[in-house]
């Protein structure tokens, strides 16, 4: 009674398709697709990406001191 039922699903199925057309749901569908793989690709780049910047912040190098000086020389 307070949900949406199955035959109310395939009446709005209908009309949308009757607005659109299938071609262009197609299309649609296709975009939509493209754009949630694009967007899983990402997360994952971006989690492998996450991961080579703590392995360059755990490298620990050694560390020189120095001082440069210059002296200066007589020219003649």
Same mark, same amino acid.
């Given at each position: ?34 754009? %949630?793989? &694009?967007?899983?690709?990402? +997360?994952? !780049? $971006? ?7 703590? @392995? %360059?912040? &755990?490298?620990?190098?050694? +560390?020189? !001191? $120095? ?7 007589? @020219? %003649?």
């Amino acid at each position: 009674m307070g949900g949406i039922g199955i035959w109310q699903l395939v009446i709005v199925l209908l009309i949308v398709i009757v607005i659109f057309g299938t071609k262009k749901l197609r299309n649609m569908g296709g975009d939509l697709g493209s754009a %949630v793989k &694009n967007f899983k690709k990402s +997360v994952k !780049d $971006g989690s492998a990406d996450a991961a080579d910047a703590e @392995k %360059v912040e &755990n490298k620990t190098g050694r +560390v020189i !001191d $120095g001082e440069v000086t210059v002296e200066k020389e007589d @020219k %003649v």
